[in-house]
């Protein structure tokens, strides 16, 4: 059923209020197919947790909110397993219930809130995995034919918060179902720093994934903001990939500043530290602001407007261009 005039404050995490046109949910490819015949030229918004989009206007067109839900081992070996799960299922969900079956590979990736159907879009990633890793394939909806179609690993075009479907397919599909090769035989990945100083703070010298799971959950909830507490939807912009000149200009300045490696010889600074030394750590404009534990994370304390939010991204992302000369990317979709 169509609902009109519905807000969305309760479908996104910054908590913003703005009004659908209209409102659908679909738990399967032939309810889609049903609503999307009464689409009538309407523009489209797929959503599903609503943790990484900032409402910047209502939107007057026809939002729809992904509901397919399941839970399917397609196959299993001694080594691994191939799970199935639908989109509309959330992220955290899922991360435990592979971990109660002993399987392996998103544990890194505990407490990311939003749906499994969204993790593809942007390659969700955290303490030193993406679900690249273990992604095999998704089944998306093409919204032109009303065909599903089947994507391998290669085909979803997988970056850094990047995948085809924000670029070349932006709009074009709606993505029902994603498969990963789990491991029996399990990784430990502990090496992101702040994993190691939890685990022996809490006296764990051979963790197991659910060891993991607990860290980088501890970790988690001491730097970000609950959504359920204050509105935000993460890391509002990316980290910035660039050239080693770029790099020691800084360094002229900063004896040290964090810095990663990254491929073709760039290198990835954090935009946190950045957005604290140009000043903007803990800015509190009212119903609005920068976090003040996590500079790359911009709030609504309650009752602000997404454009609001969206020109203070504005102004930071013009004095990091003056202070730095670097151009931070948005990471959040905007709406
Ligand atoms: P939504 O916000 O509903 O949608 C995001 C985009 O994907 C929109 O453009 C939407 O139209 C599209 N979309 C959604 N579902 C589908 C679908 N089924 N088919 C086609 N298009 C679709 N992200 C990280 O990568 N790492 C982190 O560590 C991380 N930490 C976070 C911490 C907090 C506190 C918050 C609030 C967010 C964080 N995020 C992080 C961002 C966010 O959780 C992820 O991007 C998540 O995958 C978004 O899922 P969602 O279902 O909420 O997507
Ligand atoms: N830093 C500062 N000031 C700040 C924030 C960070 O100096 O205000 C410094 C930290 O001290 C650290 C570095 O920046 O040296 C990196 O900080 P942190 O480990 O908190 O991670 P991040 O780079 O800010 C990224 C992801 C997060 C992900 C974490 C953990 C992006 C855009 N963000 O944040 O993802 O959870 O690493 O892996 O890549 C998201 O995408 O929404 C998100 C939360």
Redesign the pocket.
């Known amino acids: 059923m169509i609902q009109t005039n519905v807000d969305l404050q309760p479908y996104n995490?910054f908590g913003i209020s703005c009004k659908a046109k209209r409102f659908a949910t679909f738990s399967n490819a032939e309810e889609l197919s049903e609503v999307l015949s009464q689409r009538n030229g309407d523009n489209l918004?797929?959503?599903?947790?609503?943790?990484?989009?900032l409402l910047t206007q209502d939107f007057q067109g026809l939002v729809i909110k992904?509901e397919v839900v399941g839970f399917d081992i397609i196959e299993s070996n001694e080594e691994t397993a191939l799970i199935e799960s639908g989109?509309g299922e959330v992220?955290h969900d899922f991360v435990m219930r592979c971990i109660e079956e002993g399987l392996g590979g998103i544990e890194n990736l505990s407490l990311?809130?939003?749906?499994v159907?969204?993790?593809p879009?942007?390659n969700?990633?955290?303490y030193g995995v993406e679900i690249k890793d273990t992604f095999d394939s998704l089944k998306?909806y093409h919204i032109e034919s009303g065909e599903v179609h089947t994507f391998n690993h290669t085909q979803c075009e997988f970056g850094y918060?990047e995948s085809v479907?924000k670029r070349a397919l932006k709009g074009q599909?709606?993505?029902l179902s994603v498969r990963f090769r789990l491991s029996k035989k399990h990784t430990i990945n502990s090496s992101y720093g702040a994993i190691e100083a939890e685990l022996k703070a809490v006296g764990i010298e051979n963790p197991t994934i659910k060891d993991i799971s607990n860290a980088v959950i501890a970790i988690r909830a001491s730097k970000?903001?609950?959504?359920r507490e204050i509105g935000?939807?993460?890391?509002f912009f990316k980290n910035p990939v660039v050239e080693q000149e770029v790099v020691d200009a800084i360094g002229q300045r900063y004896d040290q500043f964090p810095q990663y490696p990254a491929p073709n010889n760039k290198i990835k600074l954090a935009a946190g530290w950045l957005i604290e030394q140009a000043g903007w750590k803990g800015k509190n404009f009212g119903t609005y602001g920068v976090h003040k534990n996590q500079a790359l994370v911009l709030v609504n304390y309650g009752g602000s407007k997404g454009s609001q939010i969206y020109d203070l991204s504005e102004q930071i992302i013009q004095d990091v261009r003056t202070k730095f000369g670097i151009t931070l990317e948005r990471e959040v979709?905007m709406i």
């Open positions: 995490t918004l797929v959503l599903g947790g609503g943790s990484n989009i992904n989109a992220w990311i809130p939003g749906s159907g969204a993790s879009m942007q969700i990633g955290a998306a918060r479907f599909y709606i993505i970000l903001p609950d959504p935000n939807a993460g890391s979709n």
